[in-house]
Every structure is written in structure tokens, then in C-alpha cells.
């Protein structure tokens, strides 16, 4: 159960850290004025509402959104929540590696911070369940007559 649950997880991850990636590319290609006004705010979403990376980016956080709903409903959120944060990790490589960006050795280091938290996430959860009959030595498994 608990490895399907993080297959799930993972899969949810890429398609949210794939998905941002892809929102922000086409943000940098709609032509976004500095001014507030109404008129060229809908004329920006309008723009947006077209935008092939946008509409794929939303259509992957979809995706990632049901992948989450199916955690949630077979697990706690304090357990399901923190281990989203491993999409942060997964963000970064995508713009490190889809988007070219620079990302700084302090920045890693506070991926490596979300990987820590998120393995103190799963030992605790881990820790938690109950032993599983099969894993029992066999001096502990009651005897069936």
C-alpha cells in the first residue's frame, strides 16, 4: 500500500513540477504590460486562455491535483502534505534542466533541506504502522493447530 501511495506521489510531482514549467514559459511569452488597468488585464488573460504551455501546464496540475486527492483519501494529510514539498525538489531540477536557470549552491542546499524533512516525514509514518505479520520471526507467529 505504502509503495503504490508513493508511486502515486511521484507521479503527482512530475506532472506538478513539468506543469510549472511549463506555465512559466508561457508567461514569458505573453506580452504583460507594467500597468493595472482592466483592458489590458483582460487582454493578458485572454492571451493566457490561448497559450499552448500555459494550457498544457494547467492541464499536468490537473493531474497532480487528482494524483493528491487519491493520497488524501487513503492517507493523513500531516503525512501527504509535507511529502508535497518533494515537489519542490522536482521544480528545481525542471528549471535547472528544462528552462536553463541558475540555480545556486544555497538554493541546493535548501532542496537538500525539503529531502531531509521529507525522509523524517516517511520514517515517522513508517514508524507508526503496525508490524506486519509476514516480517514476524517465526518463533513469534502463533501456531495454528
Not at 510531482?13 to 512559466?24: D, K, P
Request: with cysteine.
Amino acid at each position: 500500500m505504502m509503495t503504490r501511495m508513493l508511486i502515486v506521489l511521484l507521479v503527482g510531482l512530475l506532472l506538478e513540477a513539468v506543469g510549472v514549467v511549463l506555465i512559466s514559459r508561457g508567461q514569458k511569452e505573453l506580452k504583460a504590460e507594467a500597468r493595472f488597468e482592466v483592458k489590458a488585464m483582460v487582454r493578458l488573460v485572454a492571451e493566457a486562455a490561448t497559450n499552448r504551455n500555459i494550457l498544457a501546464g494547467v492541464g499536468l496540475e490537473a493531474g497532480f491535483f487528482f494524483c493528491l486527492l487519491f493520497l488524501l483519501s487513503r492517507a493523513d494529510v500531516s503525512f501527504i502534505w509535507p511529502l508535497t514539498a518533494m515537489g519542490f525538489v522536482v521544480t528545481t531540477l525542471s528549471a535547472k534542466f528544462l528552462l536553463k536557470e541558475d540555480v545556486s549552491p544555497l538554493r541546493w542546499f535548501g532542496v537538500f533541506l525539503i529531502v531531509l524533512g521529507a525522509g523524517v516525514i516517511v520514517y515517522t509514518e513508517k514508524a507508526r504502522a503496525p508490524k506486519d505479520p509476514v516480517e514476524a520471526k517465526p518463533s513469534e507467529t502463533p501456531r495454528v493447530s
